[in-house]
Nanobody
Framework: QLQASGGGLVQAGGSLRLACVPS????????MAWFRQAPGKERQFLAA????????YHADSVRGRFTISRDGAKNTLYLQMNSLEPEDTAVYYC????????????????????WGQGTLVTVSS
C-alpha cells in the first residue's frame, strides 16, 4: 500500500529526504506519519500529517531538525531530515490510515492501518 524510499548512508550533519507514495489511493485519503525503529528499540513516532490541511505534528526529539510535508500533485509524503546524528540511524517507516485521527492518537502505532516496507537510514560519525 505504501512505498517508502530515500534512505541511505550519510555523514553526521548531513541531510536526507524520505518519500512515501501510496500505491492504490491518493494521499488526500489518508492521515499519514513517519516512525523509525533502531536496532533493539521500539518503533518511535517522528511526525504526522493530517489530511485536508488539518495540521502537522513533530515529536519533541526531532522538532527543528525533521519536517513532514505532503505534495498532492506528486501524491507523496516527505520527511526532510537535517543535521542528522548517528543516533538517527534506524529503519524509517511511513504509515497511513483512512480514519480521521484525533490529536491524542497520532503517536500510536495501532492508529495506522497501512505501513510501508521501511527504508534504512545510516548516519556515520
Amino acid at each position: 500500500q505504501l512505498q517508502a524510499s530515500g534512505g541511505g548512508l550519510v555523514q553526521a550533519g548531513g541531510s536526507l529526504r524520505l518519500a512515501c507514495v501510496p500505491s492504490t489511493r491518493t494521499i488526500s485519503d489518508y492521515d499519514m506519519a513517519w516512525f523509525r525503529q533502531a536496532p533493539g528499540k521500539e518503533r518511535q513516532f517522528l511526525a504526522a500529517s493530517r489530511r485536508g490541511g488539518r495540521g502537522t505534528y513533530h515529536a519533541d526529539s526531532v522538532r527543528g531538525r525533521f519536517t513532514i510535508s505532503r505534495d498532492g500533485a506528486k501524491n507523496t509524503l516527505y520527511l526532510q531530515m537535517n543535521s542528522l546524528e548517528p543516533e538517527d540511524t534506524a529503519v524509517y517507516y511511513c504509515a497511513a490510515t483512512t480514519k480521521g485521527l484525533i490529536t491524542s492518537s497520532i503517536r500510536i502505532l495501532g492508529a495506522y492501518d497501512f505501513w510501508g516496507q521501511g527504508t534504512l537510514v545510516t548516519v556515520s560519525s
